[in-house]
Every structure is written in structure tokens, then in C-alpha cells.
Nanobody, 124 residues
């Protein structure tokens, strides 16, 4: 049974930082491209960042480029999202997804597995 479990969300002031984690089990983690997405109330799920199977390549949405960093530790079956200089508009539920066929895909439908999400709230 595949499970993706996100953690690390919370309430933070604008300009602050958070580090999200997504722990995977039940799959060969190193064979999956991993992505982070977010969904704000009333909006569609949107791409945030993605990382290749080995971690050697990454991709970011323009809105987070230079502020967020995605990384992975295949020995720990975990992908991370370091979020710095957080803005009010970063408030959303953040989800990690696993993609067996590709990496860097920005369409949610391409991801086979999803976690339950972790809430990130940025306050002024």
C-alpha cells in the first residue's frame, strides 16, 4: 500500500520560513519523480516544484523560484520543500505527488499517488 505523508506545515509570518517533508512508503521511491503542489480555497491545485528521480534536476513555478527549494533523500524515502521569504499568497494546502513515468510534469493528473496535504498559513 503506497502512502505519502506530508508534515511541517503551520502558521508563519510573512517573510518567514518553513520546511515541508513528504515521507513515502510502499513504493520504490527512487523510481518516482516527485512534485509539490498547492491548493488554496476556491482555486485549482497548482504546481509548485518537482525533482527528478535522482535529485539531479529540479523545476519550479515562477511564483516560487528563488524562494523555495525542493530536495530529496532517497535513502530516507523523503522529499522536502524548503520555503523561504513566505508571502501571504503562499497560503494553501501543500501536497506531494509521485509520478512513475516522468518528472517535472506540471499537471496534477500525471501523478499517481498523493499525500493528504499539510496546511501552510502565512500571516501579515
Amino acid at each position: 500500500q503506497v502512502q505519502l505523508v506530508e508534515s511541517g506545515g503551520g502558521l508563519v509570518q510573512a517573510g518567514g520560513s518553513l520546511r515541508l517533508s513528504c515521507a513515502a512508503s510502499g513504493l520504490t521511491f527512487s523510481s518516482y519523480g516527485m512534485g509539490w503542489f498547492r491548493q488554496a480555497p476556491g482555486k485549482e491545485r497548482e504546481f509548485v516544484a518537482a525533482i527528478s528521480w535522482s535529485g539531479g534536476a529540479t523545476s519550479y513555478a515562477d511564483s516560487v523560484k528563488g524562494r523555495f527549494t525542493i530536495s530529496r533523500d532517497n535513502a530516507k524515502n523523503t522529499v522536502y520543500l524548503q520555503m523561504n521569504s513566505l508571502k501571504l499568497e503562499d497560503t494553501a494546502i501543500y501536497y506531494c505527488g509521485a509520478d512513475r513515468m516522468n518528472w517535472g510534469t506540471r499537471r496534477p493528473v500525471s501523478y499517481e499517488y498523493w499525500g493528504q496535504g499539510t496546511q501552510v498559513t502565512v500571516s501579515s
